[in-house]
């Protein structure tokens, strides 16, 4: 590239020689043009950085800078160090920190003329001097965010907005254009979104509804009286909000999110946030939170809730690992079972949870609802919720006699007194009711006692009526139990294994093989089914 100072053109060097050459307050630094003005640069680059130096360089100056283009900054002779950006203003990142006019419009993508006037509050700026440019390509698909203003508007959908440092929003709203919007940071310490403005949302729908939201390696602080992050509806266009190594600290609420397709959260910390984020509308999807730390949270709020106005309903699976501390009066999931569509979808899987706060509201679901499906957690607050353990058993409390006729299958009777149901469900006595759309593997065990006449032959048998066939299969039939000489047999063991579908049942039948004795199975006669263990 060609540059020109004062309308003499300069070499297109990487460091350019501009000894004779005067750049005072009224100079013009042009590039992308030439002399007259008049053509456009036919190369899509220019350098990052422009350094501006009062007298010539020395050859060792010259050659540490081609090793290390940062030793610019530290030159006692540096006059200006233009930053030149794909969009907006110059800066100068030099000591002097002068005023950089632009004139014209910076265009990288129609490689428009460009002007620039340094005006230079240093009187003694030289005769003579170098210019180093540091020849990187500048990305056509960044913007470089030093203000609110720079994210005022109507924003790009086909950028990254580069938060550089600490920018204080106040009451500046960023709206998310239907095509979407990506914000991205250079670290958690470095770049911060904040605004401490009184009834504040942060982001915003556009007219015709938010699009994408990505978020990356930033910091939001939205902490003014009824503020909060987001206000925003997709009204199920198909899109997703992920927010990547993202924090959010001294927040009055994250605000609410409503009929997107999906949720991604992952490596994020919220830490003094009062409330916490709310989910509305049907989710043709579902949210995905993985690497999750809550601290220091509000006494009164909900880390994640569904909205009944307009109702959530999720397509697809809420999972959570997060290492959740809340406190008492505070609730760390506030769903109801209509918020999901599909069983087993509400997933909390291997996560912490301290904190004398509730995990769930048991009485809008549980870990024993058939939306749920709690793995592996540490519970060690006060909340009173497990992890799911898909199951049932009964026990024998009372006896009664089941007729029996030589040969032929009949079903035990007795008073048998159910507990520990999860996906499970009874109407009658001695039948486990499977409740789930969900198929699971299943493994059932028991000891049972018989009695009958002395010497009888009783096999015992496991059968599952197959509800989507409306018949019974016999899934496991004992060796003989033999009567002893009282007409007892004691302690058979059980053991069967059957895959479960929705309304499935399983039941325990025996037959006598001898004679037409009666049999009555003993109280404290017990019968489990439990899920295999992968």
């Not at 030159?75 to 930053?83: G, K, M, R, T, V």
């Not at 109507?154 to 204080?168: H, K, N, P, R, T």
């Not at 978020?215 to 602080?221: K, Q, R, Y």
């Not at 912490?352 to 592996?376: L, W």
Request: charged fraction near 20%; glycine fraction near 8%; include cysteine.
């Amino acid at each position: 590239m060609t540059y020109y100072v004062d309308g003499v053109a300069i070499d297109t060097e990487a460091i350019s020689d501009l000894s004779g050459l005067n750049l005072d307050n009224t100079s013009e630094l042009r590039f992308l043009n030439n002399a007259a003005g008049n053509t456009s640069m036919d190369e899509g680059y220019v350098a990052n950085y422009i350094a501006i130096t009062k007298d010539v360089l020395t050859p060792a100056e010259l050659q540490t800078i081609v090793l290390n283009p940062s030793y610019v900054l530290e030159l006692d002779n540096l006059a200006a160090c233009l930053e030149v950006p794909a969009q907006g203003s110059f800066f100068d990142r030099s000591p002097n920190a002068a005023t950089v006019t632009l004139t014209g419009t910076l265009d990288y993508l129609g490689y428009s003329e460009v002007e620039t006037t340094i005006t230079d509050t240093d009187d003694a700026v030289p005769t003579s001097g170098a210019v180093v440019d540091y020849a990187q390509p500048v990305s056509q698909n960044a913007i470089i965010v030093r203000t609110a203003a720079d994210l005022s508007g109507a924003l790009s959908s086909g950028v990254v907005y580069i938060v550089d440092g600490e920018i204080d929003m106040g009451t500046q709203a960023i709206t998310v254009p239907s095509g979407g919007l990506e914000i991205g940071g250079y670290g958690l310490n470095v770049s911060k979104l904040y605004s401490t403005e009184n009834s504040y949302t942060m982001f915003v729908d556009a007219a015709s509804d938010a699009g994408n939201l990505f978020l990356s390696n930033i910091t939001i602080d939205v902490s003014g009286t009824t503020s909060q992050v987001f206000d925003l509806d997709n009204s199920g266009a198909n899109g997703a909000v992920e927010v990547n190594v993202t924090n959010f600290e001294n927040c009055t609420s994250l605000g609410t999110l409503d009929a997107y397709r999906q949720f991604l959260l992952f490596n994020s910390f919220w830490n003094n946030c009062d409330d916490g984020l709310t989910f509305a509308g049907t989710w043709a999807g579902g949210a995905s939170i993985r690497t999750f730390l809550v601290r220091n949270f509000g006494a009164t709020g909900t880390v994640f809730t569904g909205s009944t106005s307009p109702a959530l309903t999720f397509g697809s699976r809420f999972i959570c690992d997060g290492n959740i501390d809340v406190p008492s009066g505070a609730t760390v999931y506030g769903f109801s079972e209509s918020n999901f569509d599909n069983d087993g979808d509400f997933e909390l899987i291997a996560g912490e949870y301290t904190g004398a706060g509730e995990v769930v509201d048991p009485a809008q679901i549980d870990q024993t609802s058939v939306k749920s499906r709690f793995r592996d957690n540490n519970f060690s607050g006060g909340s009173g919720v497990d992890n799911t353990y898909i199951g049932s058993r009964w026990k024998v409390t009372t006896e009664t006699t089941t007729p029996a006729t030589v040969g032929t299958q009949v079903k035990l009777l007795g008073t048998t007194t159910y507990s520990d149901e999860e996906w499970f469900s009874n109407t009658t006595d001695n039948a486990f009711v499977y409740d789930s759309t969900l198929q699971s593997k299943m493994i059932i065990q028991g000891v049972v006692s018989i009695a009958s006449g002395n010497n009888n032959q009783i096999v015992l048998l496991v059968r599952h009526w197959d509800d989507s066939a409306s018949a019974y299969v016999d899934v496991w039939e004992s060796p003989y139990l033999t009567t002893n000489g009282s007409g007892r047999g004691e302690n058979k063991a059980v053991l069967a294994f059957v895959d479960m579908n929705e309304n499935d049942r399983i039941e325990l039948w025996a037959r006598n093989d001898t004679d037409n004795d009666d049999m009555t199975m003993l109280e404290n006669s017990e019968l489990a089914i439990m899920e295999r263990a992968n």
